[in-house]
């Protein structure tokens, strides 16, 4: 029992080894992403600054749930009440921002805008989708893999022979090969046999 909660205990203490690491060296990372959202957001405020205006009567920052007495269809920005959410200024701009790049109701807010201002906006709302969400959260990903591929690789050199260090090959798969199990000769030639659309000849 004490030697399962050590092992737990080593792997517990690669993992918060990893997340140490990975602040230390998610500052040049942080300072591009900070300058890639300050452009788009400038870039956004220059382009729909104004673009979409809230019902008259209603304040932004004290938003009532007077959308259920709009006519609009189910979805939409009008009636989520996303009025808060625009280029008015830099704070929502971001805030904007943020939600396009974590996927929330994206296509939204990219409806909205391309309705109160022009189709090509889209082309705006999809650039920074694809600059934040599919290249930066990809490459955040990337990071906290490397650094525990890395960590895992230095922790696994220190404890064994230089036959198995030859032997060790570093990749993803090769972390859990101890739990795969390989069918063997028979069950594999059982299957061929079973298989509805493949006639194996004995």
């Not at 500052?27 to 673009?51: K, M």
């Not at 939204?108 to 906006?121: G, P």
């Not at 959260?137 to 960590?151: C, H, R, S, T």
Request: hydrophobic share 50%.
């Amino acid at each position: 029992m004490s030697y399962v909660f050590l092992v737990v205990l080593q792997l517990m203490a690669l993992v918060a080894s990893t997340l140490l690491d990975l602040v230390k060296n998610l500052r040049a990372f942080a300072g591009v992403l900070v300058v890639v959202y300050y452009v788009f957001a400038v870039f956004g405020i220059w382009l729909f600054e104004g673009a979409i205006k809230p019902p008259t009567g209603m304040s932004v920052l004290t938003m009532e749930n007077i959308t259920s007495n709009l006519s609009t269809a189910c979805g939409t920005y009008e009636q989520l009440g996303y009025w808060p959410n625009n280029f008015d200024d830099f704070a929502a701009a971001i805030i904007l921002l943020y939600d396009v790049m974590i996927v929330n109701n994206w296509q939204a807010f990219m409806e909205a805008y391309s309705r109160y201002t022009s189709e090509w906006s889209k082309v705006y709302f999809v650039c920074w989708w694809l600059t934040s969400s599919v290249m930066w959260v990809n490459l955040f990903v990337a990071l906290i893999l490397e650094n525990f591929i890395y960590k895992w690789d230095r922790s696994h050199s220190c404890s064994v022979t230089d036959v198995e260090r030859i032997q060790y090959e570093t990749s993803v798969q090769f972390l859990f090969k101890e739990q795969i199990q390989e069918p063997t000769e028979e069950e594999l030639v059982c299957q061929l046999h079973q298989h509805p659309h493949l006639h194996v000849d004995c």
